[in-house]
């Protein structure tokens, strides 16, 4: 069983400082990566997708991945209380019978004002 | 564009009902899913599409069913509901599927007793 792994949180900060969430992958064949963020109560909504290994910017997130580790993760700098949600991970698995997005069971952010 | 809506919001079965959660989408998007999402866990894939009149199994599909008459519209279906399908369930829609973001409905918070 193929199997995407986050550290539940919460992870606090402080606001301002910069966030970092972790995700680790099983399948070292694995492609494409991808960053949801959750509000309590909403549906995900994608922060980030990455396929490269190395950094990918976009404003204040930063997705890096490092295939030979099979890790990603999401940096959140100047991190604000609107941050505050869960992050799930999710990695796409082209092998088996259904080619489909595993999602990781999430972190929970809280920025702290 | 409204993008991807589901009806109801909220529902309460009593175990043995049937129902089926309603979900569409105006992005002219091939491919559909069905997700349900448990306390604390990541997504679980149930069933998704590629296209009008092809449907699949993903991870968890048991005690479920789906149909795929039009781009638009991908309902799901529960048979004999049980306790074990209390859960959120989120539909999404995306124009491919390894590289492509997945646009997620509101959701469906459903309760069986």
């Known amino acids: 069983q193929k199997e995407v792994e986050q550290n539940s949180g919460p992870l606090s900060v402080p606001e301002g400082a910069i966030a970092s969430l972790n995700c680790t992958y099983s399948?070292?064949?694995?492609?494409?990566f991808f960053w949801y963020r959750q509000y309590s109560g909403k549906s995900p909504e994608l922060i980030m997708f990455?396929?490269?290994?190395g950094d990918k910017e976009d404003g204040r997130f930063t997705a890096q991945l490092n295939k030979a580790s099979q890790y990603v993760s999401l940096l959140i700098r100047d991190s604000q209380p609107s941050d505050s949600a869960t992050y799930l991970c999710?990695?796409?698995?082209?092998?088996?019978?259904?080619?489909?997005?595993?999602f990781g069971t999430g972190t929970l952010l809280a920025v702290q004002p | 564009n409204a993008g991807v809506t589901q009806t109801p919001k909220f529902r309460i079965l009593k175990i043995g009902q049937s129902m089926t959660l309603q979900c569409t989408q105006d992005?002219?998007?091939?491919?559909m899913y069905w997700y349900r999402q448990d306390p604390g866990m990541g997504l679980k894939l149930i069933y998704y599409?590629?296209?009008?009149?092809?449907?699949d199994k993903g991870e968890v599909p048991n005690g479920y069913n789906v149909s795929r008459s039009t781009t638009e519209d991908f309902p799901l279906r529960l048979e004999l509901a049980a306790p074990s399908q209390t859960s959120v369930y989120f539909c999404?829609?995306?124009?491919?599927?390894?590289?492509?973001?997945?646009?997620f409905g509101p959701g469906t918070r459903l309760t069986v007793l």
């Open positions: 999404a829609s995306s124009w491919g599927t390894a590289y492509n973001e997945q646009f």
């Open positions: 399948d070292r064949g694995s492609q494409s």
């Open positions: 990455i396929y490269s290994n």
């Open positions: 999710a990695v796409y698995d082209f092998g088996g019978a259904t080619n489909k997005l595993i």
């Open positions: 992005m002219n998007h091939n491919y």
């Open positions: 599409s590629v296209g009008a009149g092809i449907t």
